[in-house]
Nanobody
C-alpha cells in the first residue's frame, strides 16, 4: 500500500501563487501515475493534472497555462505549481497515485489540502 501526504495549501489572494507537494511512502513496484485532483464545495472531484512515469503530463483545461506539474521519480514526490490563482480555484486538493504491487494495480488518495483564493 502507498500512503500519500500533501503539503503546501493555504490562503492566497487572487493572482497569487502556491506550490503543493505530495510525498508517497510504501514499497510499490512502480508508481505509474501521480497527480492532483480537487473538489470544491458542492461539486464533484475533478482532475487538475497528472504525470506518468514517462513524463507525459495531462492537464485540465482550467489548469493549462497557469499550473505546472512536476514529478521527482527518485523520491516518489509530485509537485503542483499554481500561478495566477483565481477564486474558482478554491477547493480541497487531493494527491493521487496509481501503482503496482505484487498483488496488482492499486489507487491511493491523500487526505487533501485546502487551497483558498480570496481577497
Amino acid at each position: 500500500q502507498v500512503q500519500l501526504v500533501e503539503s503546501g495549501g493555504g490562503l492566497v489572494q487572487p493572482g497569487g501563487s502556491l506550490r503543493l507537494a505530495c510525498a508517497a511512502s510504501g514499497s510499490p513496484d512502480i508508481i505509474w501515475i501521480m497527480g492532483w485532483y480537487r473538489q470544491a464545495p458542492g461539486k464533484q472531484r475533478e482532475l487538475v493534472a497528472t504525470m506518468a512515469t514517462n513524463g507525459n503530463a495531462n492537464y485540465a483545461d482550467s489548469a493549462k497555462g497557469r499550473f505546472t506539474i512536476a514529478r521527482d521519480g527518485t523520491k516518489n514526490t509530485v509537485y503542483l505549481q499554481m500561478n495566477s490563482l483565481k477564486p474558482e480555484d478554491t477547493a480541497v486538493y487531493y494527491c493521487y497515485a496509481r501503482y503496482t504491487i505484487p498483488t496488482g494495480t492499486r489507487n491511493s488518495w491523500g487526505q487533501g489540502t485546502q487551497v483558498t483564493v480570496s481577497s
